[in-house]
């Protein structure tokens, strides 16, 4: 494959900084294609030895911009798949600007585009798009359940699985259509007899793939939990709390959290974004709140998990409008503690912190976003729920929902080829399903696929 050809069919050298933003102790920048030879030739000559650093001045000949190392990567074993070469300069904003400029008027050499250094190692067969997803999951990894996943398939985790999927199915295909091209009169009709138990063990295993209940989905964007209650009970001021800042507006007046606002805390290792509701006003409200609370109960159903937060003031009293989802609540808390026992009107509520099944027996404990007390086991009681969702991610299920939606359409069309009763049939759909699985690798439909894939990624990656 012809790696980092241009619209115009020209494959152009590419540079960009690929270390992070400056000012910074050290800026690395990455140039990759057949002219990164010339501009060592043209700002740090001479070439060095492969794969070692040298220490030498930067810039323009007579004109230096700066000392700094400089490593030669030549093609394929680089990190593109062509020739690379890395400036590491100092990560001073005039260094690397005036750097950026000095490869910009060298020939052939132009500004590298989002994402552009892998999607060429993926055109040069240097990595496949699945381990290319990774390389932006690693980037934008925020917590050490993220950062492994990523790391994981990086390595290939995915691709090996899939591509082994692909080369069963492959060989199934073949075997069918010899059995078509070179017909026997005493097989039974439909898909062959040989190869229909490794099509519905294929179909099987795509099936147990998919059961991971999106856990590891889960763990790359995160466990949602929907925050949900009456005005005023201090949904907010939780929210708040496990944010260790003020992310939702608290206000004394009832009704004031409109629209959902979303924090994303790192529970455990686990990524949960808090989802902050609008009351659920037994009354309804005006015409905004009404549309408020019609989007926390939409917002709920696509929850993870629903934690819903009462006023302990009014204990043991539930609200109409809560009692409906408090009976599909993973967790509920009597939030206001503190005011315990101020003339509640059901007497004398139970300690602090004590989970205590409520009526329908959903877990619920005592809090107070006032003073903190029982929101340490608050935090623990979340994360040990969304650590529960995410636990089979272990067992490294598709990571995005676009490896799911071709993992779907692979299992149906096998499906297809063990239920027809014409072995040209079959072999159509064994194809359909190999075309399908081939795409979340990328050995198919390449092109077409890495818009998709690229459009999350920086300059310089
Ligand atoms: P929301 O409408 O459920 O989001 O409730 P807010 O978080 O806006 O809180 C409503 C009011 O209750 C505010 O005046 C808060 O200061 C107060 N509040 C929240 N949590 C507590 C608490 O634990 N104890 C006490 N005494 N007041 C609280």
Not at 48 to 68: F, H, K, M, S, T
Not at 373 to 382: D, F, K, Q, V
């Amino acid at each position: 494959m012809a790696g980092g050809a241009g619209r115009d069919g020209v494959s152009h050298t590419v540079f960009a900084v690929s270390s992070g933003a400056m000012p910074a102790g050290v800026a690395v920048v990455r140039v990759s294609g057949r002219s990164a030879r010339s501009a060592i030739a043209a700002l740090a000559p001479p070439l060095p030895e492969p794969r070692r650093a040298v220490l030498r001045p930067i810039g323009p000949a007579g004109d230096a911009i700066d000392r700094g190392l400089v490593l030669w990567f030549p093609g394929p074993h680089s990190a593109t798949g062509e020739d690379v070469v890395e400036f590491h300069v100092h990560g001073g904003r005039a260094v690397v600007g005036d750097l950026l400029e000095a490869l910009g008027r060298l020939a052939d050499l132009r500004p590298a585009e989002p994402g552009e250094f892998t999607r060429r190692a993926v055109l040069n067969g240097r990595m496949d798009l699945t381990e290319a997803e990774a390389v932006a999951d690693m980037v934008a990894a925020e917590t050490a359940m993220q950062r492994r996943q990523a790391l994981r398939q990086m390595g290939g985790s995915l691709r090996t699985r899939y591509d082994g999927w692909r080369t069963r199915l492959l060989a199934a295909l073949a075997h069918l259509e010899a059995d078509l091209d070179f017909p026997d009169e005493d097989l039974p009709a439909g898909i062959a007899a040989a190869v229909a138990p490794e099509v519905a063990a294929l179909a099987e295993e795509i099936t147990r793939h998919l059961d991971d209940g999106g856990a590891a989905e889960r763990v790359r964007s995160g466990v949602a939990v929907a925050i949900l209650g009456p005005p005023n009970a201090g949904k907010s001021s939780i929210l708040n709390k496990l944010a260790r800042r003020p992310a939702a507006i608290v206000s004394h007046i009832a009704g004031t959290t409109r629209d959902v606002v979303e924090v994303h805390l790192d529970l455990a290792g686990l990524a949960v974004t808090l989802w902050d509701t609008a009351g659920l006003r037994d009354d309804g409200g005006d015409e905004i709140e009404a549309e408020g609370i019609r989007r926390s109960l939409e917002r709920a159903e696509t929850a993870d998990l629903r934690l819903v937060v009462l006023d302990g003031a009014g204990w043991p009293d539930v609200p109409a409008a809560t009692a409906g989802v408090l009976a599909s609540a993973d967790l509920a808390v009597w939030n206001k503690a503190d005011l315990r026992g101020a003339g509640s009107p059901g007497g004398d509520p139970p300690a602090e912190s004590k989970v205590e099944p409520m009526a329908g027996g959903v877990p619920a404990l005592w809090v107070s976003a006032l003073t903190g007390a029982g929101l340490a086991e608050l935090e623990a009681a979340l994360a040990e729920r969304a650590g529960g969702l995410a636990a089979l991610a272990a067992g490294l299920g598709p990571t995005r929902t676009r490896h799911r939606a071709a993992l779907q359409d692979t299992k149906a069309a096998l499906v297809r080829a063990l239920a027809t009763a014409e072995p040209e049939l079959a072999a159509e759909d064994l194809r359909v399903a190999a075309t399908a699985l081939g795409r979340i690798t990328g050995r198919i439909d390449v092109e077409e696929l890495l818009d998709v894939v690229f459009r999350d990624f920086c300059i310089g990656k």
